[in-house]
């Protein structure tokens, strides 16, 4: 190997094991093009193969796939040509491009399955399943990914084993089964104590099953365990990570300002690289956030033949997914019935962001709450029931909260009436013909937080969670301010920290590393607990809670009443406050919100 290009080959490595990412591909593109202009396909490999770790998930690949299609079609060795093909694979894979993927995927695992190396052979079966991500293709990824798990079980290759896990982890989402997901990630969590990069895996995924589970307190820890293995290792796709970090815990906890935040985070990167999937997802996190206007515009670019036109590739469910949601907080009749259409021959599936980034929910869910809009009710029924026992079976907690919360459809001769928020605070409040505008009112987004939820029990400290992104929903300070099987898993882990510090080399990375973990878990039990250790209950700010909600209540209903004071009698009526507020509808005069 040519000296110079070895040099900034090594160079290159250095940056990218110390997380310098930016530096380290500079390098890698310099050292390729200096190796390939000497001949040095040896080189050659090793900088383009280096280069494609680079290569973000849903962005454009630029000059990439032609210079790892220029290695490959000069080198004649077949470990070589099989990781070069591999890389392509999964180049055009990520960037949304599965038919030029699975032609170099095939080539890649038929060429590995005959020159055993295990570690090769691993890399190719993570391209090929990359390659073959589609909604159709579940039942290969299963095979392959099984094939994949024996084939890094014996290895010690850090990175093959993270493939392994991480698919594995991937395919049981889809499959809902979450013994297997509980498994592979605690594998992930002890493979963090290797790899920087492992550790980084571990904690965005604990915090997408933490999720799924409902438990919303651990956001915080989790995110900055994965910001800080970020910094040490060469991860191209950290920080789309954690944006979703952040930006998930958000919605779930009816955050909207930090939603707000990120909405236009996910929409100029969607734009900028032409991702319908990053921009499905912003039209989400903007409905959430209570713009609808802004959800509604992403909607309808989303619509119509771009809709029709996605290719089935590892995107094609969580998109079709988002844009259901948001068309379903928009009320775009249109595009939730070509959502419908294009979902409902995937009934029972799970919805999983790529690598198990963040579930997504089922698609019964949405396509219950689809079909009840547009009037079809015995399939709203059935799917609805088949999604709540799905999250049942799971446990996930907010799912089926937010499902069971979700009206089942209009009822025979519900009055029709507005009570939506808009752009500047400004709330749009009357019947569906004649609307009128208030001002904002903190009162009015505790409001419409109940009429999202009829006949549920809110905590008032949930309200105040909502509306200024204090807090949790699952949590809601009137109990323990931590669950106590989180609580019991921490524990465990401080202990795992213990023994595991006491065998490592005093004052080495290995233990440096540990002892980080071991001091912010640590932090973390302080915030979350009292005397002796057991969870800190809050009392006295459920107390304020039910105080103030209580008054902004008051006040915003007697403004609704000046407006309409049929509509305000209505409300006063049905909605009830305390430490726990509720909306009750009226059987007798149902009401059919539009929120």
Aim: proline share 6%; with cysteine; net charge negative.
């Amino acid at each position: 190997m040519n000296e110079p290009v070895r040099e900034l080959l090594d160079r290159a490595d250095g940056h990218a094991a110390a997380g310098r990412g930016a530096h380290a591909v500079a390098l890698y593109s310099a050292a390729a093009e200096a190796a390939l202009a000497g001949g040095d396909l040896e080189a050659a490999t090793r900088a383009v193969l280096a280069l494609a770790r680079g290569q973000r998930f849903d962005a454009t690949a630029g000059l990439l796939p032609a210079r790892l299609h220029e290695v490959y079609s000069r080198v004649e060795d077949p470990a070589a040509r099989a990781g070069l093909a591999a890389a392509l694979a999964r180049t055009w894979a990520y960037t949304g491009q599965p038919g030029r993927a699975v032609p170099f995927a095939d080539t890649a695992l038929s060429l590995a399955r005959g020159l055993g190396d295990p570690v090769l052979l691993a890399d190719c079966l993570d391209a090929v399943l990359a390659a073959h991500w589609g909604p159709d293709d579940l039942q290969r990824r299963r095979d392959w990914a099984a094939q994949l798990d024996d084939a890094a079980a014996h290895l010690r290759d850090p990175r093959a084993r993270l493939q392994a896990h991480i698919w594995g982890l991937t395919v049981a989402y889809e499959v809902l089964d979450l013994p297997r997901m509980h498994r592979h990630l605690r594998a992930l969590e002890i493979l963090g104590e290797e790899s920087a990069e492992a550790r980084f895996f571990a904690a965005s995924r604990r915090l997408a099953l933490d999720l799924m589970l409902g438990r919303l307190d651990t956001a915080a820890y989790l995110r900055e365990l994965a910001r800080e293995a970020a910094g040490r290792a060469f991860i191209a796709d950290h920080e789309a990570v954690l944006h979703a970090m952040t930006s998930y815990p958000a919605l779930m906890r009816g955050d909207r300002d930090t939603c707000a935040a990120e909405a236009p985070v996910y929409e100029e990167f969607g734009y900028a690289e032409g991702a319908p999937a990053i921009l499905a997802e912003a039209a989400w996190i903007w409905a959430e956030a209570g713009r609808t206007d802004r959800a509604a515009t992403l909607v309808g670019h989303l619509g119509g033949a771009t809709l029709q036109g996605l290719p089935r590739d590892a995107d094609w469910l969580l998109t079709v997914q988002c844009v259901l949601e948001a068309a379903l907080a928009c009320g775009a009749r249109d595009t939730v019935a070509a959502a419908v259409e294009l979902l409902t021959p995937y009934e029972g599936r799970a919805v999983v962001n790529a690598g198990a980034v963040m579930f997504h929910g089922v698609t019964d869910d949405t396509l219950a709450r689809g079909n009840a809009l547009l009037g079809n009710a015995p399939a709203a029924d059935r799917l609805r029931r088949q999604a709540l026992d799905a999250y049942r079976r799971i446990g996930a907690v907010w799912w089926r909260r937010r499902l069971e919360a979700a009206p089942a459809g209009p009822a025979p001769g519900a009055a029709a009436v507005r009570f939506q928020p808009g752009p500047g605070g400004l709330w749009t409040i009357g019947p569906d013909g004649g609307p009128a505008a208030l001002p904002p009112m903190r009162g009015l987004s505790y409001l419409h937080h109940l009429l999202a939820r009829p006949g549920t029990d809110v905590a008032a400290l949930d309200l105040v969670a909502a509306h200024t992104g204090a807090g949790t929903v699952e949590q809601p300070g009137t109990g323990p301010a931590a669950d106590a099987r989180a609580l019991a898993a921490y524990r465990r882990r401080l202990a795992e920290l213990d023994d595991r510090l006491a065998d490592a080399v005093p004052s080495g990375p290995a233990a440096r590393r540990l002892a980080q973990e071991r001091d912010a878990l640590r932090a973390h039990l302080r915030s979350v607990t009292g005397l002796g250790g057991r969870a800190r209950e809050d009392g006295a700010s459920a107390e304020r809670a039910r105080v103030a909600v209580r008054k902004a209540i008051v006040a915003a209903l007697a403004r609704v009443a000046e407006l309409d004071p049929a509509l305000g009698r209505h409300l006063y009526d049905r909605v009830s406050t305390g430490t726990a507020c509720r909306y009750d509808p009226d059987p007798e005069a149902p009401v059919s919100w539009l929120l």
